[in-house]
């Protein structure tokens, strides 16, 4: 069956960087696209970013446009997703998504905790 | 960006009854609409897209209605372990795919 495990989180200052993975299995990864998807405590989901199957296109939510970088490697079966200048309010749990089909999140992980602090 | 409300903000019902849960969106998705459910310490999961779709291994008392702005979620009779958050969400126009500010289903 679809397994994503996250991994990475952790707490980090204001400024800060951090990188999270995802390893997936059960399924091709090099035929999906994936996204990112947050919980924030409180608040509610936010999607964050997403890379096509090839990794030839990547889209970003506007409030990391410019701080965040999605990637991934087929040949691991790992996505990957490099935050930088990090603020309070990206504290959430992020989430991995395997996308269905342009914008549908059929499998996802239980997730990782980062959370920003000083 | 496309708007998706949702309401009640929390609905408290019984086990055996029935839960009906709404989405309006700003402008129309079509059917573009999915939904999924949220219990602490799990993984998310998908529970309807295309508005009406029943995603794998989804029980039959779940289904999904709706079209252009207006879209419900309906469990049919309760379960125990339906009790969660549930949020609606948009693919028509994106980036940025959207996601309501959720439903709370307490007992």
């Known amino acids: 069956q679809v397994r994503l495990v996250e991994s990475g989180g952790g707490v980090v200052q204001p400024g800060g960087s951090l990188t999270l993975s995802c390893e997936a299995s059960?399924?091709?990864?090099?035929?999906?696209?994936m996204h990112w998807v947050r919980h924030a405590p409180g608040r509610g989901l936010e999607w964050v970013t997403f890379?096509?199957?090839?990794?030839?296109?990547?889209y970003y939510a506007d409030s990391v446009k410019g701080r965040f970088t999605i990637s991934r490697d087929n040949s691991r079966n790992t996505l990957f997703l490099q935050m930088n200048g990090l603020r309070v309010d990206d504290t959430a749990v992020y989430h991995c998504?395997?996308?269905?089909?342009?914008?549908?999140?059929?499998?996802w992980g239980q997730g990782t905790l980062v959370t920003v602090s000083s | 960006e496309i708007v998706l409300t949702q309401s009640p903000a929390t609905l408290s019902l019984s086990p055996g009854e029935r839960a009906t849960l709404s989405c309006r969106a700003s402008q129309s998705v079509g059917s573009d609409l999915a939904w999924y459910q949220l219990k602490p310490g799990q993984a998310p999961r998908l529970l309807i897209y295309g508005a009406s779709n029943r995603a794998t291994g989804i029980p039959a008392r779940f289904s999904g209605s709706g079209s252009g702005t207006d879209f419900t979620l309906t469990i049919s009779s309760l379960e125990p372990e339906d009790f969660a958050l549930y949020y609606c969400q948009q693919r028509n126009k994106w980036p940025p795919f959207t996601f309501g500010q959720g439903t709370k289903l307490e007992i």
């Open positions: 998504a395997k996308d269905l089909y342009w914008g549908v999140f059929d499998n």
């Open positions: 059960g399924f091709t990864f090099s035929g999906h696209g």
């Open positions: 890379i096509r199957h090839d990794g030839s296109n990547q």
